[in-house]
């Protein structure tokens, strides 16, 4: 009886033991992971997070006998990453077992370590004319500003490109890039229309330009913002086209209407509009051209309205399919009630969307609806926090 005795008491004393480890570990987990997030505001605002965290999570109870102790350490491996080793001890009381004064308080230790991982990320965002009507041109800078300073402006580096009726690298990839995309993100001018796929080019090709040494943990990310459909194609035109002339090449951008059957034809450099065309005889800007060459099938499309709205949709899928292709994650913010949240989802590739790939990086489309309303400010920035929070918690490993 009295091993039977001793054997019920352990086992209880153990059960008791375990719980109070299972809730250590949550604990840490939970400060490793707060201490990693909050890197960007300074190691004695993350630590002090993190600290706060474990507490929470590590809620003292009646087998507890002192408080328990917490270290956390911040290092830097091989690759120039960030390491946060955090280790935590505590002291717990038995209850049938305390009978033994060796027995009396067993200690109990867990740790965690999280590596943050570097971010190469380009900003790709709307600067239509329709952003000066919904609340975007001014939603758009505070919520831009407080995205790009959740992340380290020393280690990880990050690129901002535009787009209306043209698209710009206004902020090539880089490190130090907080002031300068503040300044860019606060000077932006809205007008024109939506060359929503000039704009992924370039996060496309900024991403891929900075190298990943073998060994390093490096997350490639797009974020792409727009209020709208995108409705601007580019196409190299031979205007001037005729019997006698074989016509001069001419880079072009023409679409930039959301109604109506009419097409403007844009200047790629500045934006400007060229000409408009509604749809008799040939564009006075580019005359003798009568058609596009459609990238969906290859075939001579009229220059309509909705041949090249589908184009431009079309092309803005491929080099989001692209960009995942080579590993890269796609996000999506969509502003305003007018917003194509399917196309947004298709862009990311979120688990949301009809045409959601399992093989590709899965990203997320967020949308702020309150625009225009007094509301609209807040609810960007808070879409803009959700992406950030997603883009960080893959940082972390």
Do not use: H
């Not at 000409?275 to 800007?285: A, K, N, V």
Request: negative net charge; hydrophobic residues 40%.
């Amino acid at each position: 009886m009295t091993i039977v005795l001793l054997c019920m008491a352990l086992a209880v004393d153990v059960g008791f033991a375990y719980v109070a480890k299972a809730k250590l570990s949550k604990a840490v987990d939970a400060a490793c992971l707060t201490a990693m997030r909050n890197l960007p505001q300074g190691q004695s605002t993350a630590r002090s997070l993190a600290t706060d965290s474990f507490n929470v999570n590590y809620a003292m109870s009646s087998i507890d006998d002192s408080p328990p102790s917490l270290n956390i350490a911040f290092t830097t491996d091989g690759n120039g990453q960030t390491l946060v080793s955090i280790t935590a001890t505590a002291t717990v009381r038995t209850f049938f077992l305390r009978i033994f004064p060796q027995f009396q308080t067993w200690q109990i230790a867990d740790s965690a370590q999280a590596t943050r991982g570097k971010l190469v990320m380009t900003l790709v965002l709307d600067r239509s004319g329709s952003m000066s009507t919904n609340g975007g041109s001014t939603a758009l800078p505070p919520a831009v500003t407080s995205f790009v300073n959740d992340f380290n402006n020393t280690t990880d580096e990050v690129a901002m490109a535009s787009f209306s009726s043209n698209a710009t690298l206004d902020v090539p990839i880089n490190y130090n890039f907080i002031t300068p995309i503040t300044s860019a993100v606060n000077a932006m001018t809205f007008n024109g229309g939506t060359f929503g796929p000039g704009g992924l080019v370039y996060a496309k090709s900024q991403n891929e330009s900075v190298p990943v040494p073998q060994g390093q943990n490096v997350v490639k990310v797009a974020v792409y913002f727009t209020d709208g459909w995108v409705n601007i194609i580019q196409q190299t035109l031979q205007c001037g086209v005729s019997k006698s002339s074989p016509g001069t090449p001419t880079l072009l951008n023409f679409g930039g209407y959301d109604s109506g059957s009419s097409v403007g034809f844009f200047n790629p450099n500045n934006g400007n509009q060229n000409c408009t065309y509604s749809g008799s005889g040939t564009p006075s800007c580019c005359t003798g051209v009568t058609g596009f060459t459609s990238a969906i099938d290859g075939s001579l499309k009229s220059f309509t309205r909705t041949n090249v709205t589908n184009d431009s949709v079309y092309d803005a899928l491929q080099l989001a399919n692209a960009m995942r292709a080579e590993g890269m994650y796609v996000y999506a913010v969509g502003l305003g009630n007018k917003v194509d949240q399917s196309f947004l989802q298709q862009i990311a590739n979120d688990p949301d969307s009809s045409s959601y790939n399992p093989n590709q990086p899965a990203g997320l489309a967020v949308f702020a609806p309150s625009c225009p309303s007094n509301q609209c400010s807040a609810q960007l920035q808070e879409v803009f926090q959700t992406i950030a929070a997603k883009i960080l918690l893959r940082l972390t490993q």
